[in-house]
């Protein structure tokens, strides 16, 4: 691990070249909506209050966990639709075709790297800025990406220009195809560093390389179905000198605003489990209500 850290200057630029890079698939995705809205609206005749009723349903979209029937998104929907079916089949429609440029756009605009209106511009980038900070990174880190999802953090760091080669792991299919089409369209964007997909398992990781500088395991805990294989595994590829990133929102989160999910566990847990598994916990911080731990060898 050697060369240059990652400045806060290249990690803007980062954010902006895949905003840039993205903007038009969640463009094309609210418009899809809109020309559908249109379709089964009942107040086409007044544009500006539609216009306001579609904003309002994507507003609703981006700060629900969805729940179907309870779904305030849907409750909004039914005002455009003739009658509760054509609802349904509309916020069917809304979470279906689009649902990965939702859960992007949802993801962007709640880390604050974009703003949560159109034309979504760069967010304040703030409490994701420190996130990133927290990761170490230098130039010519071998990454792993632990349950990539969407692959956002990998892209923005992709985007940065930092070399880094970056291995993007998923076990569930519809991500990884999501992941093999933006790796073909991000790959040349950066020529000094590399991107990798990798198919991982419930129990194994599956990584290429033997060594790796630091794994990222972000939100990706909690759903472990059998996290002791997983943390026994991770000891196959870290380098003597790597380290782990856990960033889990936890039951016990010092911060009374923050908000769990259902499957969230607690810091006490997460410390109990990585300890008897071999590692320490060398550095920690709480942002946003979430804990970012990082864990090393404990030999």
């Not at 050697?2 to 698939?25: E, K, M, P, W």
């Not at 000094?192 to 991982?200: A, P, R």
């Not at 290429?208 to 059998?226: A, C, G, N, T, W």
Request: proline share 4%.
């Amino acid at each position: 691990m050697s060369g240059d850290t990652l400045s806060q200057q290249q990690f803007i630029q980062g954010c902006a070249r895949y905003r840039q890079n993205v903007i038009h698939d969640i463009e094309n995705a609210l418009s899809d909506f809109a020309l559908l809205a249109d379709g089964l609206s009942e107040t086409s005749s007044n544009p500006a209050a539609h216009i306001a009723l579609r904003d309002a349903i994507i507003q609703a979209t981006l700060h629900e966990e969805h729940e179907g029937s309870k779904s305030s998104a849907l409750n909004a929907i039914r005002k455009l639709a003739e009658n509760d079916s054509m609802a349904l089949r509309l916020y069917e429609y809304w979470l279906g075709e689009n649902y990965f440029a939702l859960n992007e756009l949802q993801f962007l605009v709640g880390n604050q790297i974009l703003d949560p209106k159109p034309p979504y511009k760069l967010g304040a980038l703030r409490d994701i800025w420190q996130e990133f900070s927290f990761y170490g990174l230098r130039a010519n880190m071998v990454v792993a990406d632990i349950g990539a999802g969407n692959g956002v953090i990998s892209f923005i760091l992709h985007e940065s220009g930092l070399p880094l080669d970056l291995i993007l792991t998923e076990i569930d299919d519809d991500f990884l195809q999501l992941l093999e089409g933006k790796i073909s369209r991000f790959r040349d964007e950066n020529p000094k560093g590399t991107l990798q997909l990798v198919k991982g398992s419930e129990k194994t990781l599956g990584l290429p390389q033997s060594k790796v500088d630091l794994m990222i395991f972000r939100e990706v805990y909690h759903h472990l179905k059998h996290p002791k294989p997983i943390l026994a595994d991770i000891l196959n590829y870290l380098d003597k000198d790597g380290y782990v990133v856990l960033i889990e929102g936890t039951r016990d989160s010092p911060d009374p605003d923050y908000k769990p999910c259902s499957q969230a566990i607690t810091y006490k847990q997460i410390i109990k489990e990585w300890t008897a598994a071999g590692y320490i916990l060398a550095q920690q911080k709480v942002v946003d209500g979430s804990f970012l731990l990082k864990f090393k060898r404990s030999l």
